[in-house]
């Protein structure tokens, strides 16, 4: 897995809208799932996001990230 913490920029491609309100999936090269708020009208566009948090699940880390305007 790439090391990403809280404050890195990122540049990621929205797959598809994620579960919650305005929430967008990515990945990012090394296939680790992003979920990237304030992205979830933005499927299909690669935008600058900035890494808030990470989560550990059963599959493996995961990222949180608010996008950029």
Same mark, same amino acid.
């Given at each position: 897995?790439?090391?990403?913490?809280?404050? *890195? /920029?990122?540049? &990621?491609?929205?797959?598809?809208? @994620?579960?919650? =309100?305005? +929430?967008? %999936?990515?990945?990012?090269? *090394? /296939?680790?799932? &992003?979920?990237?708020?304030?992205? @979830?009208?933005? =499927?299909? +566009?690669? %935008?600058?996001?900035?890494?808030?948090?990470?989560?550990?699940?059963?599959?493996?880390?995961?990222?949180?990230?608010?996008?950029?305007?």
């Amino acid at each position: 897995m790439t090391r990403y913490k809280s404050g *890195d /920029e990122i540049t &990621v491609k929205v797959d598809r809208q @994620g579960l919650g =309100v305005d +929430e967008g %999936i990515g990945h990012l090269p *090394d /296939e680790t799932m &992003v979920v990237i708020l304030g992205a @979830g009208e933005r =499927v299909g +566009e690669t %935008i600058e996001a900035v890494i808030t948090g990470k989560v550990q699940t059963s599959l493996g880390d995961s990222f949180i990230a608010s996008a950029k305007a």
